[in-house]
Structure formats: structure tokens, C-alpha cells
């Protein structure tokens, strides 16, 4: 039996910690989902989620994890058969190509390295060669969650313009959204795909689609199979406030309170936080020689970072001893990098005294593994944090 002698550190990059408000506010009695009280809730988590997304278009709010928000964003915009362009970032491009071959799509997936973002230049090229318009969606994944990479989907969409190809432009911001800028309508988003529990500070439970009229009209003209995952009756129940099935009414009370937590706090000062834990994060795993698993000084996750061992050196054994020495999750090594890469979350309801502890059970966790590594990690981000080391200070 785990026993815990105070609170468990929980610094994966999702699930992520659920603020005591948040939990509070989930801690009432289920009510009538087709009653008036529960109309007023439908209203007001559906216009806070077009606030975090930034959108005037309807988002979609699913009860599901992300993965269903995925499906989803297929299932209304695409049918077998349709071309579809995406990018080995990381696991969760590799899981979402997976959907996407399920549903028999012919998936264009261009190569990565799991070091950086998506090659958009590789992207541009297969669009400008794709003269017919082939090509029915382009897919990025925004925060890639297992290396701690971020593609900007601002450029994805300016050159699906500069090329001029009507593709529609699609966004896993799973872990991104409540986390990093994000600019649904501004960015020319066509469907944005997210989760409750990461950025938003939920337990999961909850996808969301955020989509664009062009989304929407694809999606009317689509004559694929699909029910439960339809935007149209959604959207058309949630005029009234309700949903054509039983919704996650407690998750959605939660949600409500986690919207006005990020808005009290103002979501720039949010992103700004994560910025800053991520740029101390990065000094203190300099100080201790070892290396990030994202090497593009620009693709840099405020999220998370994934954190490479040296060869020989098993990362989940590192993270067992942390686990049972001082009580704390570290994200696993996906995949490709299991075994070699552990990850740092700084996402969600996260502080500074909250990261100098995550650093210093690295720190200690690093001694007991016998992991080469030099000390002074937890100094070092403790420069960044006080604002005295101004070269790992995250521009503003
Ligand atoms: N996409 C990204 C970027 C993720 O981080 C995750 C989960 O961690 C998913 C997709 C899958 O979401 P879920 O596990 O909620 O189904």
C-alpha cells in the first residue's frame, strides 16, 4: 500500500494537479441534465470554452478523453479514402495517424525525429505538389506531449495560405490549450481538438473541438457514418443549453470553476507562468549536464520538458526510486524514447515552490540512480525564478 505522508507530486504532463476549487466545485449533487439549473451550466461552460479557445464558433464539448475529440474531429470532416497530410512529432502523432488509418484514410505521415516540431517546410512542399487537392487536412500536434516540441500552428496555417491549398487545417492542442497561447478564430483554425486534464486543471473526462464555419460546412456535406460523435446535433441541443445525451455534469462544474480560476488570473499570466517554469526547468537540467529530448532552442514546451538520460542509464528506474524515495510521478519515455527520456511536467495548477520541489526530486532521484550528473540544478533554476539569470529568462 502507497502510503502518502503528504501531498503526492504529481508532475506528469497530464493528468495534471486539480486545484481544491476546482475539486470543491465538482463536489455537489448530480442534477437534472434537461432542468433549467443545468442549462445555466451548459451556457456558461460553453461560452468559457470559446474564451480559452478564442473563438466565436461553437466548441464541441465531449464526454471523453482526447482521444474521442480526435475521432471526432475525423469523423465529421473526413470519409474513407481522403488524404490526409500529418507529421511524426512524437507518440501522439503516431496515435492520431493511428485513428486515422482505422477509419481508412490514406495518411500522408512525414518523417521526424522526435527532437523537434513538424518539418512545416516538408509540409509546404507536399502541399505545393499536391496540385489536384488531394489533400482534404493537414494535422499538427500543437504541444507534443511525449518530447516536450511545440509547432507553431500560426505558420501551419500562413502557408496553407501562401500555397493557396484548401485543405483543412487541424490542431491537437491536448496539452496545449489553458497552457500556451492559443488563437482559434486569429490562427485560422479549422478544428482544434482538446482535453480537460492538462492545461485546464481537470480530471479527465472531458474532449473538446473547437471548429470554423468551413469545419462546419465540410462536416454538413459529409455523408460518413457517425452518431454519437455528430457536431450538428450537438451544437443543435446546446442552443438550449443541453446536450442529446447524458453529459459529465460534475466534470462540467468543475470546468466552469477552472475557466474562472485561468480568467482570474488572466490567461496571458498563465502562459507567461509556464514559460517561466520551463525556461528554470531548462537551467537546472544545464546545470546538471544533461540534455532535453527537443533540441530547437525555439520548440522549447512551457508545458513540459523530456529529459534525456545518458546511454546506459534506464529512465523508468530513475523515475521508480524518485516515485518511492519522495512520492513523485515523472512522466515515462513514450515509444521510440522509452527507457531514455523521463518528462518534467510544469503544466496546470503550478507555482514556483511547486517546481523547486519537482527540481529537487529530480536532483536527489538523480544521486540515488547513479546518473553522471553535475549538482547546482535546483540553484540554477532558482536564478531564473528570482529573474537574476536573464539569459534562460523566457523572451517576453
Ligand atoms: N494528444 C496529446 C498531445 C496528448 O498529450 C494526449 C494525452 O496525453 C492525447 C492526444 C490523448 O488524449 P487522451 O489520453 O485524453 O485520450
Redesign the pocket.
Known amino acids: 500500500m502507497t502510503v502518502h505522508t503528504g501531498r503526492h507530486f504529481l508532475q506528469i504532463?497530464?493528468p495534471t494537479n486539480v486545484p481544491d476549487r476546482v475539486l470543491r466545485a465538482m463536489d455537489m449533487p448530480t442534477l437534472d441534465h434537461r432542468g433549467p439549473e443545468f442549462a445555466e451550466l451548459g451556457f456558461a461552460v460553453l461560452a468559457a470554452m470559446q474564451r480559452v479557445f478564442r473563438t466565436r464558433q461553437p466548441v464541441i464539448i465531449y464526454p471523453?478523453?482526447?482521444?474521442?475529440?480526435?475521432e471526432a474531429a475525423m469523423v465529421n470532416t473526413l470519409s474513407p479514402g481522403d488524404k490526409v497530410l500529418m507529421c511524426e512529432t512524437g507518440q501522439?502523432a503516431v496515435?492520431?495517424r493511428g485513428i486515422a488509418e482505422k477509419f481508412k484514410l490514406d495518411v500522408d505521415f512525414i518523417p521526424g525525429d522526435w527532437r523537434h516540431g513538424a518539418d512545416l517546410a516538408e509540409v509546404e512542399r507536399r502541399l505545393v505538389a499536391d496540385k489536384q487537392h488531394k489533400i482534404k487536412a493537414v494535422c499538427v500536434?500543437?504541444?507534443?506531449?511525449?518530447t516536450g516540441c511545440v509547432t507553431p500552428p500560426l505558420e501551419a496555417r500562413k502557408l496553407l495560405d501562401r500555397v493557396k491549398h484548401p485543405a483543412l487545417l487541424m490542431v491537437?492542442?491536448?496539452?496545449?490549450l489553458g497552457s500556451l497561447v492559443y488563437e482559434h478564430d486569429a490562427w485560422g483554425i479549422d478544428v482544434s481538438?482538446a482535453?480537460?486534464?492538462?492545461g485546464l486543471m481537470l480530471p479527465?473526462g472531458l474532449?473538446f473541438n473547437a471548429v470554423s464555419e468551413k469545419a462546419l460546412a465540410v462536416a454538413r456535406a459529409n455523408q460518413g457514418m457517425r452518431s454519437y460523435w455528430d457536431w450538428q446535433e450537438v451544437i443543435a441541443f446546446n442552443k438550449a443549453g443541453t446536450f442529446p445525451y447524458t453529459p459529465a455534469c460534475n466534470l462540467l462544474m468543475g470546468l466552469r470553476e477552472a475557466v474562472k480560476m485561468l480568467e482570474e488570473e488572466g490567461l496571458e499570466n498563465v502562459f507567461a507562468r509556464h514559460k517561466r517554469h520551463s525556461a528554470a526547468t531548462r537551467a537546472a537540467i544545464k546545470a546538471w549536464g544533461l540534455e532535453t529530448q527537443c533540441v530547437d532552442p525555439n520548440a522549447h514546451s512551457p508545458a513540459l520538458t523530456g529529459t534525456r538520460l545518458p546511454d546506459g542509464h534506464d529512465a523508468d528506474n530513475f523515475r521508480k526510486i524518485v516515485l518511492e524515495k519522495f512520492d513523485m510521478s515523472l512522466g515515462t519515455g513514450l515509444n521510440k524514447v522509452k527507457g531514455k527520456v523521463f518528462r518534467i511536467g510544469h503544466i496546470g495548477h503550478f507555482n514556483d515552490l511547486m517546481l523547486m520541489g519537482t527540481l529537487a526530486g529530480v536532483e536527489m532521484g538523480l544521486d540515488l540512480a547513479k546518473v553522471p550528473h553535475r549538482g547546482g540544478g535546483v540553484l540554477a533554476a532558482m536564478e531564473v525564478l528570482k529573474g537574476h539569470d536573464a539569459a534562460q529568462a523566457p523572451e517576453a
Open positions: 504532463p497530464g471523453s478523453s482526447g482521444t474521442g475529440a480526435w501522439f496515435l492520431w500536434v500543437h504541444n507534443e506531449t511525449s491537437d492542442t491536448i496539452s496545449g481538438v482535453g480537460s486534464q492538462k479527465p474532449g
